[in-house]
């Protein structure tokens, strides 16, 4: 069976600072993982590189099997299968929600106007904004911006979705929601790559959990392990930090 | 004065700062008051108004200032807007662009077009049938006034854009990336639509600078149906021997360009709000 995502030998500098020393990772059809550590341990560009929004340095990474890394490969139409939320969300603010649903339907998958609308209206709904779609994003609240920033990524019917810390920008009574939502496409099978902070979220919903801390990958497996017992010393620094932050 | 011990003398109080300040207000009032006298007494208002407000020379302006020289100043400027506006996002794009030679010959232009007085531009332009043999620019005087306007205008035209460009978030581009949209289709879709937005009160101004410019045009000796506001002022004033036309013409240019300031102004707030 071919991967979902592979890393291999992943490294990425920028200028002289080596911020992935070497990942190998893979993700499994139908997978959540989780990607945790601290800031500056190099998980938000292990997730950049998946799609290339960062050119790895050195090593490969294969998407469904295809190498993304590939001079030759056309990386627009690779990404239309790889969505992708942003720490800030990112939605286009000249537009509409429901435009912001419907323009990369329209312009790179080239649906029809109707049919762009009413996939983008199913996907607002699924995620909760249906009633938001003729409001311009600075009229959202950061919830309700992220939610539509995922019925965006998921209009394209995209293979597997990376997540960049998508509740880390989001005042804490609003991040319930945008759980939800996730949580809700991981019940449905969706292949999901996510950075993130909430260890309640990574430890209820992930099949697996990452922690990474300077560069590399330093603990792997099962969320009820690395959480709840993890082996490595790092890890348990880590977790006792974010678990007890007052300490 | 600083090394003085602040023991001294503590019978003289201080002005404090309030006094201090209606002390230098009503300074401020005794000059303006005693400029003013001195202009009503010494001016000859009986002289100026003959010379800058001659009701009869002032009526004689009419009504080509309106159906002719206002008409022509305006397609001037719009036309030369028109040009700054295209050839001024092409150098913006061509400025930022990951081809360096694209890069070094937008800055060329901009430097150059930017450095140089426009009335030169104007000049240069009358030579050109000289220099290039042949070559006619299309729609006469039209044509050399908006080539002109729009020269300057795009070196112009091309830093209000770059900036606006610029101030869109690199996010913006790669959420469009991400969504599979090309580089190019990423800024055409969602980042060029976000900077033209972001540079419209700025345009504005740029619109107003033109419409003032379009007096140069004055210098293509230009002539009948091609004058425009300060040409068509200067030929009347030259008549009558008389400045009045030149001040109607003044008014009529500010009859547009206030507006338009407003206009800007008012924008920039909106945009403000919005964002």
Not at chain 1, 81 to 103: D, E, R, Y
Not at chain 2, 9 to 23: C, G, H, N, T, V
Not at chain 2, 177 to 183: N, T
């Amino acid at each position: 069976m071919t991967h979902a995502i592979e890393l291999r030998d992943l490294h990425k500098h920028f200028g002289r600072n080596e911020v992935l020393k070497g990942i190998d990772l893979a993700v499994e059809p139908g997978q959540v993982v989780c990607v945790i550590g601290p800031s500056g341990s190099g998980k938000s560009t292990l997730l950049r590189c998946v799609n290339l929004l960062e050119q790895p340095t050195r090593g490969k990474v294969f998407v469904s099997g295809v190498e993304v890394t590939d001079p030759d490969v056309d990386i627009d139409a690779i990404r239309r299968h790889i969505g992708m939320v942003f720490q800030q969300f990112n939605l286009f603010p000249h537009m509409t929600a429901l435009q912001n649903v419907m323009i990369a339907q329209q312009r790179v998958l080239k649906r029809g106007r109707r049919e762009a609308e009413v996939v983008a209206r199913e996907n607002l709904d699924k995620v909760g904004v249906g009633a938001k779609c003729d409001a311009l994003p600075g009229q959202l609240s950061g919830g309700q911006q992220q939610r539509v920033a995922i019925a965006r990524a998921l209009a394209m019917n995209p293979d597997l979705m990376l997540f960049d810390e998508p509740t880390s920008a989001l005042d804490p009574e609003l991040v319930g929601d945008v759980l939800t939502v996730m949580r809700k496409l991981a019940e449905e099978g969706m292949t999901m790559l996510v950075v993130t902070h909430e260890m309640g979220f990574a430890r209820e919903v992930a099949d697996r959990v990452v922690f990474m801390d300077g560069g590399v990958v330093v603990e792997d497996g099962e969320p009820a392990q690395v959480i709840g017992d993890p082996r490595q010393e790092r890890t348990r620094a880590f977790l006792h930090r974010v678990l007890h932050p007052e300490e | 004065m600083a090394d003085q011990p602040k023991t001294a003398e503590p019978a003289r109080a201080r002005l404090s700062p309030r006094k201090k300040q209606q002390i230098s207000r009503g300074i401020q009032y005794v000059v303006l008051i005693v400029a003013l006298v001195a202009v009503v007494l010494y001016a000859d208002w009986g002289s100026l108004a003959q010379n800058f407000a001659k009701p009869e020379v002032a009526g004689a302006a009419l009504p080509e200032l309106f159906t002719v020289a206002l008409r022509n100043t305006i397609i001037y400027a719009v036309g030369g807007f028109i040009f700054s506006f295209v050839a001024g996002l092409v150098l913006a794009l061509m400025r930022l662009s990951q081809v360096r030679p694209y890069r070094w010959i937008a800055i060329v232009y901009i430097e150059i077009f930017r450095g140089l007085p426009a009335l030169l531009i104007f000049l240069l332009i009358v030579f050109l049938p000289l220099a290039l043999p042949g070559f006619e620019v299309p729609f006469g005087t039209y044509g050399q006034g908006i080539l002109g306007l729009g020269l300057v205008g795009s070196a112009y035209q091309a830093e209000v854009f770059r900036a606006g460009l610029q101030a869109v978030p690199k996010g913006q581009t790669e959420a469009a990336r991400s969504l599979g949209m090309s580089a190019t289709r990423a800024q055409v879709t969602v980042v060029i639509p976000q900077a033209v937005r972001m540079v419209i009160p700025p345009t504005t101004n740029q619109f107003v600078a033109l419409l003032k410019d379009s007096s140069l045009v004055l210098f293509l000796g230009v002539s009948g149906e091609y004058v425009e506001l300060a040409k068509f002022g200067n030929d009347l004033a030259s008549e009558h021997a008389n400045a009045t036309p030149i001040m109607v013409a003044g008014l009529t240019y500010l009859l547009v360009t206030i507006p338009l300031g407003y206009l800007a102004s008012r924008l920039e707030g909106r945009k403000g709000r919005n964002r």
